[in-house]
């Protein structure tokens, strides 16, 4: 059973600072990792994907991976409090489909 | 809008009822999916099709019937559901021969009440 493992919070922090979002793997074939925010009652949106060890930049936002520990991250810098979601980290194994893991609830604080 | 387009938003239903929901996606993906997410629960894979066909059941009761008449259109028929079938059914597409770095679009999800 391959799983994915995030902590399902509330994870709350202040106006500003850094969010930080941790998620674990199983399956170490896996090949490509993705961040999905998802608002309540609204459906998940991709927000980054991370496929090579290191670190990925978009904007505020930074993915980390690294495969020999199956874990990957999704920090938030500047946290506003329009960041407030929960969000999903989904796996991805060629050939096979998307594994999700529970998601992780993120409250900034104004 | 994200180019995966899901009807009914909100639907509530008796047990008895038989209802469908419905999907379109206007990205030209070959893959699409059906998942649902319950409360509190991660999103449980419910059926997959390829280029129209079916791939995967992960499982699921028969009360619910997936219909892929095509690679744009998927349905997913109800029929005799039960309380605990109430949740978000989320549509999702894919384009399948892109590779390792390619995501899904999500629909914006039926929320089914079973009464």
């Known amino acids: 059973q391959k799983e994915v493992e995030q902590n399902s919070g509330p994870l709350s922090v202040p106006e500003g600072a850094i969010a930080s979002l941790n998620c674990t793997y199983s399956d170490r074939g896996s090949q490509s990792f993705f961040w999905y925010r998802q608002y309540s009652g609204k459906s998940p949106e991709l927000i980054m994907f991370?496929?090579?060890?290191g670190d990925k930049e978009d904007g505020r936002f930074t993915a980390q991976l690294n495969k020999a520990s199956q874990y990957v991250s999704l920090l938030i810098r500047d946290s506003q409090p329009s960041d407030s979601a929960t969000y999903l980290c989904a796996v991805y194994n060629y050939g096979q489909n998307f594994v999700f893991g529970p998601g992780t609830r993120l409250s900034v604080l104004p | 809008e994200t180019g995966v387009t899901q009807t009914p938003r909100h639907l509530v239903m008796g047990m008895t009822n038989k209802k469908s929901l419905k999907c379109e996606q206007h990205l030209g993906h070959n893959a699409m999916y059906w998942y649902k997410q319950s409360a509190k629960k991660p999103l449980e894979l419910m059926f997959v099709y390829n280029f129209k066909e079916q791939t995967e059941n992960n499982s699921v009761p028969s009360r619910f019937s997936p219909e892929c008449p095509n690679s744009s259109h998927l349905f997913l028929h109800l029929h005799t559901l039960q309380p605990e079938d109430s949740a978000l059914y989320l549509c999702?597409?894919?384009?399948?021969?892109?590779?390792?770095?390619?995501?899904?679009?999500f629909g914006s999800g039926t929320r089914l009440t079973v009464v």
């Open positions: 999702a597409s894919r384009q399948n021969d892109r590779g390792t770095n390619y995501g899904y679009t």
């Open positions: 991370i496929y090579s060890n």
